[in-house]
């Protein structure tokens, strides 16, 4: 399953050769990892950015993928 998770990132910097800088392949690695994590935790990516933009629209603190899916677990009769 790690492998396969790692599939994804690594065809997609092929498609674009990287990022043109540090800053940008640092941002890259953060966004890739938190949506992997996020799929192995059993949320939706898309659900989790939008949590995380809602959160920051709302000034609450950024969650982490575990705590979307502790959250969602804990709602569930």
Known sequence: PA???LRGPV???????????????????VLYSLLETAKLVGVEPREY???????HLDGAPIPLPHEIAIAVSNKRP
């Open 3 to 5: 492998e396969r998770g």
């Open 11 to 29: 065809i997609g910097r092929r498609n674009h050769f990287g990022s043109k800088s540090k800053r940008g392949t640092d941002v890259a690695a």
């Open 49 to 55: 950015l939008e949590r995380c933009v809602q959160a």
